[in-house]
């Protein structure tokens, strides 16, 4: 699901924040600076958020929560992203927990107030999705289904993963723009306009000529970076 493109003259700047991976903690520090940041500057602002707001870190129940009620001080767009994505095909087919809480699913569960003890030897996963299902509520499902998977602002493209090389960007299919790495990565491929992303986790922001990579490894490093666009220039705001 596209979002509408959009002039970028809309907005007078644009906050961008990468993979937050359960860490309420740094979002709550990104949402206060955008908010000073906006009280200095002024101007009417967009945040856009990449996806992963869940797995690994430990409260991504609070995420959500957070991020469903827009907390940031103009519009705001969430995108998907893989392990958001993952979530909900859980609930439908529990076969792939396994993967799931590989990937990081056991600290979802947990901050759903689940006990996960019984099933990190590969057993009841089906019984794990029903009890999520039991405590997850309309509105955070809402907010999870709801999810779009890219946008285009003015001469920026933003997706969680990436874009295949070769396909135009209004053709990608939803695998890849939530799952793409290497093909994406490594090309040097002027892909029509500069891919905002995250999901491939580097020591510091990524500034290239046909791509932005802010994915920081929040849940990790506590550093969750955010991306300041402007009509001529961009910065940085980091936790």
């Known amino acids: 699901m596209h979002v509408i493109e959009a ?3 809309q907005y007078a700047r644009l906050y961008v924040i990468g993979d937050i991976h ?8 990104l949402i206060n600076a955008i908010h000073r940041d906006v009280d200095q500057f002024g101007g009417n602002s967009l945040t856009v958020t990449l996806g992963d707001y869940i797995d690994r870190g430990p409260n991504s129940r609070g995420v959500i929560e957070r991020l469903m009620t827009n907390p940031f001080p103009g519009d705001y767009v969430a995108l998907k992203g893989n392990h958001d994505s993952m979530l909900s095909i859980f609930l439908d087919d ?3 927990g396994p993967m799931w809480l590989k990937l990081g699913g056991l600290e979802t569960l947990r901050s759903f107030g689940i006990s996960v003890a019984r099933f990190t030897f590969g057993q009841k996963y089906k019984r794990a999705a029903e009890q999520l299902r039991t405590v997850i509520s309309s509105e955070h499902l809402n907010f999870l289904t709801f999810l779009k998977t890219s946008m285009t ?3 920026y493209f933003f997706c969680h993963a990436g874009v295949r090389p070769g396909v ?5 299919s939803e695998q890849d723009l939530l799952w793409i790495r290497d093909e994406f990565t490594k090309s040097k491929t002027n892909f029509g306009k500069i891919v905002v992303h995250g999901h491939t986790p580097v020591a510091k922001p990524e500034v290239l000529s046909n791509r932005i990579n802010i994915d920081t490894g929040a849940f990790a490093t506590g550093r969750l970076t955010c991306l300041v666009l402007e009509a ?3 910065r940085i705001i980091s936790t």
């Open 153 to 155: 602002i003015g001469h």
């Open 168 to 172: 135009p960007l209004g053709r990608q």
């Open 232 to 234: 001529a220039s961009h």
């Open 22 to 29: 359960g860490r309420l903690d740094l979002l709550d520090q």
């Open 94 to 96: 529990p076969s792939i």
């Open 7 to 9: 002039a970028f003259e």
